[in-house]
């Protein structure tokens, strides 16, 4: 296919709204609900929140301003974009790749936590996760992700809902579900969180995420909250390009940019709400890791009234969250094929989708097997699944990030910038922007890489 040509079989939004919901989709997963609390938790509270929050703002919002705009001006996925606007041979186009690469990678650790918690929404249902104290809780989680056989399955059910989604196209595919699901959603944190309030760890749960000790935030810990920033965001990886791609042509971005960052924040702060005040109810050390919410919700659950039926609910809700990012992963990985290749949706959904599920035995394997728990911990530090999860967002995505703040903010001209800007926006903030991406975020990304490998 030749630049300038889009595939027929691409799509465009049905309304800005769903647009706006899809993407906030993407944003809001299993980086808000699952991952978030943990990290705050392993990385001491407050002093984490807050550089999370500077991350969030000053380098994933503009960054993923660039990305939407960038993509819906030149109605491309990301190999295509940067081809177009910098050469089929430019070494920019790499940036392209690999995003492509790591939407693989994403979704292959992403749908073993989702299959765990399609084990888990069984449990809930058949009362199984309600019994017995902590211990038993937190046994609970090391059989269900140490058994290789479930693990695999619930990945691969996870992936085969995703193709399913995904070749069914974007609109009917991602548009319809993400209006649905997002809300109920938020309605459930809120409800969950009206009841942590009647706790005894309440009160210290809110403390601890609010307790400004920096003295808790080590070296990986910065590079952990700009990390999960981005990821969080769904930036760096041309995802949320891919996205504005499938918008039309004159719709304004800073304004859905701000209002997928706004939700998405509230989302991980209310999660946080809602696991720590049960953490320090239930005498769980919110340094659990990634078992935290696998341990402390069902700890919850277990207590309140019909808990069986709302646990359940609260797992398939966070699938359904699970799934509307996974489709974004899956979408930005096969639209390459659909855009550059010229196959047909159908076609790139399975084979791509074919791919990763073999990429996910690895990590689904990661608790029963010693290949890639123990084996590969003796030798890289870390088991397969750890190693991979750092990997994609600590330094894969950053990376991308800091390569599309470099891209937009010095290598495209300024009149192709500005028309990929929002034009109704007032021109102090496109040059407030400009500023950002060009001498805040490449440096300050770099100095948090320095310290992260160690060099500051
Ligand atoms: N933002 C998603 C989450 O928080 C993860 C994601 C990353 C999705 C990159 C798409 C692309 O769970």
């Known amino acids: 296919m030749t630049p300038g040509a889009p595939s027929p079989e691409r799509g465009v ?29 392993e990385n001491g509270g407050g ?11 000053f380098l994933g919002l503009p960054i993923l301003v660039a990305e939407l705009g960038m993509g819906r001006s030149v109605q491309r996925t990301p190999v295509g974009a940067f081809q177009l606007l910098a050469g089929r041979r430019s070494a920019w186009v790499g940036l392209g790749w690999l995003g ?29 996760l309600s019994r017995g104290g902590v211990a038993e809780v937190q046994q609970t989680f090391g059989t269900i992700a140490g058994d290789g056989a479930g693990s695999v399955a619930g990945a691969l059910v996870f992936i085969g809902l995703n193709v399913a989604m995904v ?36 009160a210290v749960g809110v403390a601890f995420l609010f307790r400004f000790d920096l003295g808790a935030l080590d070296r990986g810990g910065l590079l952990e909250a700009l990390g999960h920033a981005f990821f969080t965001l769904s930036v760096g990886l ?55 919410i696998f341990v402390s919700l069902p700890m919850a659950f277990a207590q309140m009234p019909a808990g069986g039926f709302v646990g359940a609910v609260f797992f398939v809700l966070l699938i359904c969250a699970a799934l509307t990012s996974g489709l974004s992963m899956l979408e930005l990985a096969a639209s390459y094929f659909i855009d550059e290749r010229g196959w047909t949706r159908r076609q790139a959904v399975t084979r791509v989708g074919g791919i990763i599920a073999v990429l996910a035995l690895p990590c689904a394997l990661t608790g029963s097997t010693e290949v890639f728990g123990s084996g590969f911990e003796a ?40 028309g990929q ?17 060009r001498f805040l975020a490449p440096p300050a990304i770099v100095l948090i890489f320095l310290r992260g490998i160690g060099l500051l």
């Open 238 to 292: 041309g995802g949320m390009l891919t996205y504005g791609s499938y918008l039309p042509g004159r719709s304004g971005v800073v304004e859905n940019a701000v209002a997928i960052v706004l939700l998405d924040t509230v989302v991980a702060m209310l999660s946080c709400l809602l696991v720590f005040p049960l953490a320090f109810t239930f005498g769980l050390p919110p340094s659990e890791g990634p078992g935290l």
């Open 47 to 57: 002093a984490f929140v807050l550089v999370y929050l500077l991350c969030i703002v």
């Open 421 to 437: 800007f929002d034009e109704g926006a007032p021109e102090a903030v496109y040059r407030g922007w400009l500023a950002v991406l």
């Open 379 to 418: 030798l890289v530090g870390r088991s397969y699944f750890d190693f991979l999860v750092d990997l994609v967002t600590n330094w894969l995505t950053p990376l991308g990030g800091l390569g599309f703040a470099l891209f937009v903010g010095w290598r495209l001209g300024p009149g192709v910038r500005r």
């Open 167 to 202: 070749g069914a196209g974007i609109q009917r595919g991602v548009e319809r579900w993400s209006r649905i699901l997002m809300p109920a959603l938020l309605v459930l944190l809120l409800g969950l969180i009206g009841y942590a309030t009647t706790l005894d760890g309440f």
């Open 100 to 128: 492509v690469a790591v939407g693989f990678l994403l979704l292959s650790f992403y749908s073993v936590v989702a299959g765990w918690m399609l084990r888990y929404a069984f449990l809930a249902v058949s009362g199984a």
């Open 13 to 41: 939004w049905v309304s800005r709204w769903g647009f706006v919901l899809a993407a906030a989709g993407s944003a809001v997963g299993l980086g808000n609900i699952w991952r978030f609390p943990y990290i705050v938790g």
